[in-house]
């Protein structure tokens, strides 16, 4: 199941559970953002030609992320970019989830290992504004799933 994380109609994420199953390639994300997130499900003896990527200037302004959820679990808290609380999701082993926009934190429910991808290269604390997160009483774990 892919779920879809909006707020005024801006793609905030886009979780990919580990029950995900699909067959051939789908791809989640618009064409235009920076970062593509896709799944692939291919049979044994399957080949994907070997190739290289072409030298194509591209335009990032605002690092886009994606987390893998090796182990654990992990509730990840939804802000727009006024860094007003939107809702929460539960991550867990095996999801993955990618942030496009707006804000986000992260409270470790589990003991939890997790492998992150974004665009770099990184600029250290310039590539981020920090705030003070929503209060633990006021979070909202949403049930409401929205499936692609």
Not at 27 to 50: C, E, H, W
Not at 82 to 105: A, P, W
Request: glycine share 8%.
């Amino acid at each position: 199941m892919i779920e879809k994380i909006v707020n005024h109609g801006i793609i905030l994420a886009l979780i990919l559970r580990s029950s995900f199953h699909s067959e051939g390639i789908e791809f989640f994300t618009p064409d235009d953002f920076s970062q593509q997130l896709a799944y692939m499900n291919r049979p044994k003896g399957y080949v994907i030609a070997p190739h290289v990527h072409n030298a194509v200037a591209r335009t990032v302004q605002y690092t886009k992320e994606v987390l893998f959820i090796k182990s654990g679990s992990v509730r990840v808290d939804f802000y727009d970019e006024n860094q007003i609380y939107i809702e929460s999701r539960i991550l867990n082993s095996g999801d993955v989830v990618l942030l496009s926009h707006g804000g986000h934190g992260f409270e470790m429910l589990e003991s939890s290992e997790i492998i992150e991808v974004k665009q770099g290269p990184y600029v250290g604390e310039g590539d981020k504004t920090r705030f003070i997160p929503i209060s633990e009483t006021k979070i909202v774990v949403s049930k409401d799933l929205l499936n692609d």
